[in-house]
């Protein structure tokens, strides 16, 4: 009864180290992979540039949210909502964006001629926000 008693004391013990273990291993993992996760929505996020000239307006959003162009290059905005949209710089200025309604399927095109970082927004749905990346 005795020797019973302390073999069974033995399984208790080595059982809670085992779910310990277990408890730290797991929360180990769970903490690397939340790491690891953020890390690559970091490296995918939109406010990293991309080059091209053209720019998608579909779902409220402008796509690619930073666009990278090089001076002298004229970007082309193409709507694919069924609302209208606008591209408008968020500072007034002959060197930026500012376009009329721009309906379904339709474009609005614009030269940069200067080198800037420029925001820009939809009107009618402030809430659209995009930049473009003007580099010499
Ligand atoms: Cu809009």
Known sequence: MKSQKSVFAVIVVVVV?????????????????????????NSTSSTK????????????MFSPGNLK?????????????????TVTADVNSTDAPNSMNI????????????AGTYTYHCTPHPYMKATITVTE
């Not at 085992?18 to 730290?24: G, K, R």
């Not at 540039?49 to 409220?60: C, K, L």
């Not at 162009?69 to 949209?85: E, L, Y």
């Open 17 to 41: 180290i085992a779910a310990a273990a277990v408890a730290i291993a797991m929360h180990g993992s769970k903490k690397s992979d939340t790491t690891s996760s953020t890390s690559s929505a």
């Open 49 to 60: 540039p991309t080059e091209g000239s053209s720019v998608v307006i579909q779902g409220y």
């Open 69 to 85: 162009v090089k001076v002298g290059t004229t970007v082309t905005w193409t709507n694919r909502d069924a609302v209208a949209h």
């Open 103 to 114: 309906d379904q399927n339709k474009s609005y095109s614009f030269t940069f001629n200067k």
